[in-house]
T-cell receptor, first 117, second 112 residues
Framework: NAGVTQTPKFQVLKTGQSMTLQCAQDMNHNSMYWYRQDPGMGLRLIYYSASEGTTDKGEVPNGYNVSRLNKREFSLRLESAAPSQTSVYFC????????????????FGPGTRLTVL | LAKTTQPISMDSYEGQEVNITCSHNNIATNDYITWYQQFPSQGPRFIIQGYKTKVTNEVASLFIPADRKSSTLSLPRVSLSDTAVYYCLVGDHIVGNYQLIWGAGTKLIIKP
């Protein structure tokens, strides 16, 4: 099993350009997540998909859109990139979102390092 | 609003036991406590999760006192490869309102 895979690993964009970050998991998980991590900081949730066919906003959704293409794939799109979106982006998945008060174990991909000039 | 507070950094030596304490004064009745480990240029990796008293697995132990306002991750006999950032999380998931607040973590450096 490859686990969670992300493409690309690195990307440089100019302000205003658009791009899509791809994420796929082969663990038959129901829930998937997109995070960003800025230097020296913890992760911040952008969007999540509790199950196939559903998506919800996280803590920092502005400037991003997502698509849960199928159970395996969850993509993140930047429509008009800004320098403030320079960050490392992590995709994660879990079997289920968890129950009230408890989050299910999340499995993370290797990340995409994005620089917006 | 951060749910947890943990030391920014810690040093220790190979072979020692390392304890990292996390404060979570506002923990809710249903909240579990979860710890993740992150190496440079990698995504976080789940270590352990618990609700009360003590939980142990093959890599760590988690101690949670009765009032649950803090918790301690214990790593037995650390090695250089345990150098990483450790995150303490108090997560809650209510259908339609998922929250998992990650703090800055504790940077653990193991010396030979």
């Amino acid at each position: 099993n490859a686990g969670v895979t992300q493409t690309p690993k690195f990307q440089v964009l100019k302000t205003g350009q658009s791009m899509t970050l791809q994420c796929a998991q082969d663990m038959n998980h129901n829930s998937m997540y997109w995070y960003r991590q800025d230097p020296g900081m913890g992760l911040r949730l952008i969007y999540y998909s509790a199950s196939e066919g559903t998506t919800d906003k996280g803590e920092v959704p502005n400037g991003y859109n997502v698509s849960r293409l199928n159970k395996r794939e969850f993509s993140l799109r930047l429509e008009s990139a800004a320098p403030s979106q320079t960050s490392v982006y992590f995709c994660a998945s879990s079997l289920d979102p968890g129950t009230s008060g408890r989050t299910d174990t999340q499995y993370f991909g290797p990340g995409t390092r994005l620089t917006v000039l | 609003l951060a749910k947890t507070t943990q030391p920014i950094s810690m040093d220790s030596y190979e072979g020692q036991e390392v304890n990292i304490t996390c404060s979570h004064n506002n923990i809710a009745t249903n909240d579990y406590i979860t710890w993740y480990q992150q190496f440079p240029s990698q995504g976080p990796r789940f270590i352990i999760q618990g609700y009360k008293t003590k939980v142990t697995n093959e890599v760590a132990s988690l101690f949670i006192p009765a009032d649950r306002k803090s918790s301690t991750l214990s790593l037995p006999r650390v090695s250089l490869s345990d150098t990483a950032v450790y995150y303490c999380l108090v997560g809650d998931h209510i259908v339609g309102n998922y929250q998992l607040i990650w703090g800055a973590g504790t940077k653990l450096i193991i010396k030979p």
